[in-house]
């Protein structure tokens, strides 16, 4: 009887890490696809095979021309001569649109990089991984934003750079905060004598990532509403409106990097 008990949890535990094991690799099946639906990513990969491809042919083009140029010095049949130039002209013009393209592509702005909503998530039945998916859907609508101002021209460059670097160090710390939530779990299921210790920790921080995602939120609504009164008129219009859906942003944005520097500083007296 006790050898049942015994085997319970550790069938338990195996059953466990299989599913956590799947579950990771879901989410880096998931990260591949996402990398390679990646607009700035399929740009630059254009860039690279055009290049490459217009060096290829403009190589095969240079040997068949010094192929023909030997052969001409070597008194060799016309008729030869006409199939290594041909040769030669045939990859000549390929390499020429290749250049070409890649010309084009190069005066083609790139798509604005993707943020980094794609990481992986927290593992399911981890407590982190329902604020973090949160977090990834604001991301990616936060930076979709973010490109609508720019092609507007809504805001300054330097106020879109603030934007994005405030975005990207609360997205850090919050990813960070939810890896040390699911290595506190980890060690739970390995150790459960340390509930009474780890679950009052990680409940405190699943807070700080709920709060953190409604902070993110609200810079995200403040700029869903520039973006809006932007295309309704309200801005040209009425100068007031755009200090005020400006200073919305702005004051959001505060908060939210604020919350950040605190919870970093919290962080570093902890571990301290």
Not at 64 to 89: D, E, H, Q
Not at 108 to 114: I, T, V
Not at 255 to 265: K, N, P, T
Request: aromatic letters at 8%; glycine letters at 6%.
């Amino acid at each position: 009887m006790n050898t049942r008990k015994s085997r319970s949890p550790a069938w338990q535990s195996a059953l466990q890490r299989a599913v956590d094991t799947a579950a990771e690799l879901s989410d880096v099946v998931a990260d591949r696809l996402n990398a390679a639906a990646d607009p700035r990513a399929k740009m630059l990969r254009k860039r690279r095979w055009a290049l490459r491809g217009g060096v290829f042919f403009a190589f095969s083009s240079l040997f068949w021309v010094l192929v023909t140029a030997l052969l001409a010095v070597w008194s060799t049949p016309v008729w030869v001569l006409l199939i290594t130039g041909m040769i030669a002209a045939g990859a000549a013009f390929p390499a020429t649109l290749l250049f070409l393209r890649y010309r084009w592509l190069r005066s083609e702005p790139l798509p604005p990089p993707r943020s980094r909503s794609t990481r992986r998530l927290p593992p399911r039945g981890s407590a982190a991984r329902p604020p973090m998916a949160a977090l990834a859907a604001s991301e990616r609508g936060f930076f979709s934003l973010l490109g609508v101002m720019e092609r507007g021209r809504m805001l300054p460059p330097d106020e879109l750079r603030e934007l994005t670097a405030a975005a990207q160090r609360t997205a850090a710390t919050m990813a960070a905060t939810a890896g040390e939530v699911v290595s506190m779990e980890r060690a739970l299921r390995a150790a459960p004598q340390s509930r009474g210790h780890l679950e009052p920790t990680i409940h405190a921080f699943t807070r700080q990532l709920d709060h953190g995602v409604r902070q993110y939120n609200e810079m995200v609504t403040a700029a869903a509403q520039l973006v809006s009164a932007a295309n309704t008129g309200q801005m040209s219009s009425s100068p007031m409106s755009q200090r005020r859906y400006r200073d919305e942003l702005t004051g959001a944005t505060d908060r939210l990097v604020g919350w950040a520097q605190a919870f970093d500083e919290l962080g570093r007296l902890r571990s301290a």
